[in-house]
T-cell receptor, first 110, second 118 residues
Framework: KNEVEQSPQNLTAQEGEFITINCSYS?????LHWLQQHPGGGIVSLFM???GKKKHGRLIATINIQEKHSSLHITASHPRDSAVYIC????????????FGTGTSLTVIP | EAQVTQNPRYLITVTGKKLTVTCSQN?????MSWYRQDPGLGLRQIYY???????DKGDVPEGYKVSRKEKRNFPLILESPSPNQTSLYFC?????????????????FGPGTRLTVT
């Protein structure tokens, strides 16, 4: 069983395209996190959400608690956005334990 | 510069030889955690700590030990490594928020330690 499912697993886009990555989870959560893993392996946190929507530059993250679903959108994609995007949840009952999706590998072609 | 450091970055060892991977953060974060990343399985949490002397098991704690004697350090100990512990390991830290039930905020990740056990 996997508490966190991401789709698609792989995504190739042309520069400038609007990109959506989806995350569904099956457990009660206290928060959902989106992470970016660079080709060199380093991981950075993009967003932490418990409701609604957040925006940083060209990145937008939304969450629907009732549907247990979150999306990460990238507007005007650029080759430097090429990375693996990982969804993670912290559980409501044990709010300090994390479960992760297996990631979405994004390649943006110039 | 705010950072999480891990050492060593690369390690090749043999089955049964005890090893420690160190993790240190300079942001005075309460929450620290260890993860392993394996192809096809993604990141999985090994152990986490909410503060000094407070540690809890994650999803895959078997074969690992941790300690949190100082707020800045959270070493990962493999008492008797086995080949199935070959993996990429990440340490992370974050502040915590919330009055009714503390929970970790956005995490800062270390650069990773690639461990091979032969």
């Amino acid at each position: 069983k996997n508490e966190v499912e991401q789709s698609p697993q792989n995504l190739t886009a042309q520069e400038g395209e609007f990109i959506t990555i989806n995350c569904s989870y099956s457990v009660g959560i206290s928060a959902l996190h989106w992470l970016q893993q660079h080709p060199g392996g380093g991981i950075v946190s993009l967003f932490m959400l418990s409701s609604g929507k957040k925006k940083h530059g060209r990145l937008i993250a939304t969450i629907n608690i009732q549907e247990k679903h979150s999306s990460l959108h990238i507007t005007a994609s650029h080759p430097r956005d090429s990375a693996v995007y990982i969804c993670a949840v912290s559980l409501r009952n044990t709010g300090n334990q994390f479960y992760f999706g297996t990631g979405t590998s994004l390649t943006v072609i110039p | 510069e705010a950072q999480v450091t891990q050492n060593p970055r690369y390690l090749i060892t043999v089955t049964g030889k005890k090893l420690t991977v160190t993790c240190s953060q300079n942001m005075n974060h309460e929450y620290m955690s260890w993860y392993r990343q394996d192809p096809g399985l993604g990141l999985r949490q090994i152990y986490y700590s909410m503060n000094v002397e407070v540690t809890d098991k994650g999803d895959v704690p078997e074969g690992y030990k941790v300690s949190r004697k100082e707020k800045r350090n959270f070493p990962l100990i493999l008492e008797s490594p086995s080949p199935n512990q070959t993996s990429l390991y990440f340490c992370a830290s974050s502040s915590v928020l919330g009055l009714a039930g503390l929970r970790p905020y956005e995490q800062y990740f270390g650069p990773g330690t690639r461990l091979t056990v032969t």
